[in-house]
């Protein structure tokens, strides 16, 4: 059987979904809090940037893919307006509720789909723009995953991929200690599940770096990607334009 790395482990390629379905499943309640304590809040700058780089204009349709609690999808609704269209996205059941629900009490009732970002129901070249928002480290074939987006988008239109990536070197050491030590502690503490944020930090350093992302999205499809890191690299936005 084909074999993949789930964190460091090494797992048949048919288990990794349902593991990470797990993680999911476990911290999906506590998914924003977490995220603020891990990032001291800068997670929610990361996901400013990568909404202003978008330039959404009205009428616009949007593809939001592993969107969890809803935070991309929630700023590009308010700017496509009543003529555009956000689709909100996750494979987790769990997550995609959580999202759909909150949405909902901001007055937001968008598309909602439980899909694989490997396997997408969508016909080919319909958005403008399709977004991925720590997401893409999840997936089991990352290609796969990247040509299905291309495929979706319209002529000219524009993936972004915000995700963790390699920080620069003088920080590798510290950061190291800090997310492999302090994350799992931090997860037992709130959610009582140190293993689900350790698989989270372990799955950071087995995604590609930047320019292997870069790469890969050229590979896919994209003719043209720019490479923006943020925090000195501990995050990047990937930005590609459909040929």
Same mark, same amino acid.
């Given at each position: ?185 931090? *997860? ?44 000195? *690299? ?10």
């Amino acid at each position: 059987m084909p074999q993949t790395h789930f964190g460091f482990q090494t797992v048949e390629e048919s288990e990794k979904a349902q593991r990470v379905r797990g993680v999911f499943d476990s911290v999906a309640g506590r998914y924003d809090l977490m995220n603020d304590l891990m990032s001291l809040g800068l997670h929610r700058l990361w996901k400013a940037y990568t909404v202003n780089l978008a330039q959404v204009r009205p009428g616009q349709r949007v593809l939001d893919i592993a969107g969890g609690t809803g935070d991309l999808a929630r700023a590009f609704a308010r700017q496509v307006g009543a003529d555009g269209m956000v689709v909100h996205t996750d494979i987790n059941q769990t997550m995609l509720a959580t999202g759909r629900d909150r949405l909902l009490d901001e007055g937001l009732a968008l598309p909602t789909a439980a899909c694989d970002g490997e396997k997408l129901p969508f016909r080919s070249g319909v958005f403008d723009l399709v977004t991925v928002a720590f997401g893409l480290r999840n997936m089991t074939h990352k290609d796969a995953a990247l040509a299905e987006m291309c495929r979706v988008l319209k002529p000219g239109g524009r993936l972004l991929v915000l995700e963790f990536s390699r920080i620069a070197e003088p920080l590798r050491k510290p950061y190291d200690w800090y997310s492999m030590n302090l994350l799992p502690l931090l *997860g037992k503490l709130v959610v009582n599940d140190a293993q689900s944020y350790r698989y989270l930090a372990e799955s950071i350093r087995m995604h590609p770096a930047q320019e292997e992302l870069k790469a890969m999205m050229k590979a896919a499809g994209f003719g043209h990607v720019d490479v923006h890191n943020l925090a000195a *690299g501990i995050v990047a936005v990937h930005a590609g334009i459909k040929c």
